[in-house]
Each structure stands twice: as C-alpha cells, then as structure tokens.
C-alpha cells in the first residue's frame, strides 16, 4: 500500500469484491440494531478537509493519517485545541507549477502533523519530520532490541492516556524490505511524555510482544489498526475503562478482524492485556477470535449516535468501496457489511483506493468524517502528478 511497491494484489482483490455480495460477511442478527443506522447512508465528499492537505512545499503527499485528539478526548464534536496526524511513507519536497514533483523530492517512512483547532485551516497545521546527516528523515526510527539496521516504522493507531499522565502512545510497524517488497516483522510502541513537542527525541520505544507471525495454521497478527478508547476521559457514551485495541490477521487475499483490551491505567503492563476469543477474555494472544472478515490493515470503530458502534474500513483493504459494519458492543457481533462510498479515484487507471476510517473528533454532531488513502501502480507516476499521494475525506451523515 505504498507508493514503493508494486501493488500485484489489486486484480485478485478486485475480483474477490465482485464475486461477493457486501452483506455476506458473518452477519449476524444480534447486531439488527445498530444495522439500521447505515442502511441507508448520505455520504457526500468533504472538500475542505481533502485540500488541508494539497499542498506545494515541504510535506507533499503521504498516507495513514490516523488522527489524535490531544485533549483525549474522542468524542464526536470535542475537536478540542490540537490534533496529531500520523502518517506513513511521506513525500517532502517543492511541487512545480504543473503538478510535477520538484527535483530533490525525499521519501521517508513517517511524519506527524499538528493541527491548532478543529477546522481544516492552513494555516493552523505544521508539518514534522526528522534530520539525518543533515537530509529529511523519518520521525520514528526503530531502536528496540528487535530492531536491525535498516528496519523501518509504519505508524498505527494512537491516543493520549490521562490515566499515565497525559502521555500519547502510538503502535508502530516494524517492516524490513526484502527484495524488492515489503514485509512487516514486528511492532513495537512508541510513548511520548507528557508535554512533548517536535522533533519527540525523548520518545521511548518497546517491542510489542502480541505481534504474532504465521503459525498454527493462522495468519500473522498485527495490532494497532485501530483503537477506541472506551473511558470516561476520552468522552465514551458507555466507558468501561478499557482501551480497545483491534488488529487483523493477515491470511491470503482476505484480513480479519481482532480485538484485546487492556485497562486504560495498565497499558503499558502486558499482563493486563486479553484477548477477545468469541465468548470471552483470554490473556493468551492466540486465543483471538477473527470477529470479522475483509477488512483493511486500518480501520475505526466509533459509537454511533443511536446506540451501538459502527466499524468503518476499506473492503478488502485495497478497493473501491469504504464499507461499514455495526455491532450492539466494541467486539461484535457485527452486522452486514454496508457500501457507504464508491471512491471516484478508484475509476482512474492504475490507481489504487485503501484503509478507509473514521475520525470522530473532527466530526459535526451527527456526521462521521472518513478518510481514505489514494496511490499509484506506477512508482513514477507520483512524480508526473504530486496530486495522487494524499488523502481524501468524506462526510458520512447519519
């Protein structure tokens, strides 16, 4: 899914989408309820949040974009003073006149944005990355015991914990290229104290010990592809305590979804952490039920103004269409899956649409902002058009 790679899998995905229906997915009818909210979805594009981030100097293009309310809290409306943006591979450079990508343009694995307010206000957002031998380089660097040189980070999902503090733990992918591909070997989390600001040298870094590879007839599990955190603190309907992680398992041409929870105030201490298994909390990562199927390597899940969640993602990862799903509670069961939105730059030759997710602190009072990622088949063509390596918002209206 980025614009280094060669995206082989799209034509198999696409044929996948085709041969199911978009409701047949593990409906399942305890989640009738909440199903009804996105039965009949409005959803129109967002323009003013797509051109925040057409820019022509610095920070021109990149995709992730899973956002962080600084103030913690995560509800619909409660935008607060500052957001964080985190993104994965970054162009930074000059755009020419034409569109074309200025000589000099650097690729580096992540950068943050920081947004003032909650509009989508030029002026209000800065752009960080990191300096290495006096060049642009990524934010994050992988420094744990697990790391090797030439390792890089892929961002996941974040939040600021009030119960440690006030610091902002993010999840990080660990990924290794191995000719000419991409393959993702660890993950770690990055914590930031209390109070940090750019360039975030006084972050720390952990290994993660629930990323699990292939084994035992299972797909390798990635977690950090989204979080809701379900406290009194973050602005939850309904809080618990607990902090929802969910991840995916990634079998062949299909991913499924996972969930742990840990309590907010224990994050960091991993015997906390459990594992939904279907019917339960097991401490034991392998236990992990698959809770869902087709969904992306990043995702949301979000309370839903008439009672229940809604699971927001791009079917199949890599596709057309942001679909969405309800559930009565964060782990299911989850309903039919629902078509929201046809990507326009999904009709476009040789581009690719993916990891489709809700951002509820940015969002009006009944409404649900998404974004969604846009790429190119052909490394090149992000040269020939700056235009396509930036991500696109929609409005989902309830």
């Not at 694995?109 to 003032?116: A, F």
């Not at 995916?248 to 105030?265: D, I, M, W, Y």
Request: hydrophobic letters at 40%; glycine letters at 12%; one cysteine or more.
């Amino acid at each position: 899914m980025r614009p280094t790679l060669v995206l082989l899998l799209v034509a198999t995905l696409a044929a996948c989408d085709a041969a199911a229906p978009m409701d047949s997915a593990q409906a399942d009818p305890a989640a009738a309820a909440p199903t009804a909210q996105l039965a009949a979805p409005r959803v129109e594009p967002a323009p003013e949040w797509t051109d925040l981030f057409d820019r022509s100097s610095g920070w021109t293009g990149a995709d992730g974009i899973f956002s962080i309310p600084l103030s913690g809290v995560d509800a619909t409306g409660e935008g607060g003073t500052r957001t964080a943006f985190l993104f994965s591979d970054t162009f930074l450079g000059d755009v020419n006149p034409d569109g074309t990508r200025a000589p000099g343009t650097r690729l580096v694995n992540n950068t943050i944005g920081i947004l003032s307010g909650d509009r989508p206000d030029p002026r209000k957002i800065r752009f960080v990355w990191g300096r290495e031998g006096g060049e642009p380089a990524a934010v994050f660097v992988p420094e744990t015991p697990l790391a090797s040189p030439g390792d890089y980070y892929w961002l996941g999902d974040g939040f600021v914990n009030p119960a440690l503090g006030g610091a902002t733990v993010l999840f990080a992918h660990r990924v290794r290229s191995v000719d000419g591909w991409f393959e993702q070997i660890g993950t770690a989390l990055i914590t930031l104290p209390p109070g940090a600001r750019p360039p975030f040298r006084d972050h720390e870094q952990t290994d993660f010990p629930f990323w699990r590879p292939d084994m035992d007839g299972r797909g390798a599990f990635a977690w950090g592809s989204g979080l809701f955190v379900n406290t009194a603190e973050a602005g939850a309907p309904d809080p618990d305590g607990f902090v929802y992680v969910y991840g995916s398992e990634q079998t062949p041409f299909v991913k499924h979804l996972l969930a742990a929870r840990v309590p907010a105030a224990q994050f960091g201490d991993f015997s906390a952490w459990r594992f939904y298994d279907g019917a339960g909390w097991s401490p034991d990562v392998a236990d992990a039920a698959r809770l869902a199927d087709r969904v992306s390597n990043e995702l949301s899940l979000t309370p839903l103004p008439g009672g229940g969640y809604g699971l927001v993602f791009q079917i199949d990862t890599i596709g057309p269409h942001v679909v969405g799903r309800t559930a009565p509670t964060p782990v299911g069961p989850f309903g039919p899956i629902r078509r929201l939105y046809t990507t326009p730059e999904s009709g476009q030759p040789g581009l690719t649409v993916y990891n489709a997710k809700g951002h509820p602190h940015l969002s009006e009072p009944g409404t649900l902002l998404i974004s969604y990622n846009v790429n190119a088949l052909d490394f090149g063509a992000h040269f020939a058009d700056a235009d396509i390596y930036r991500p696109r918002f929609v409005r989902l209206r309830f």
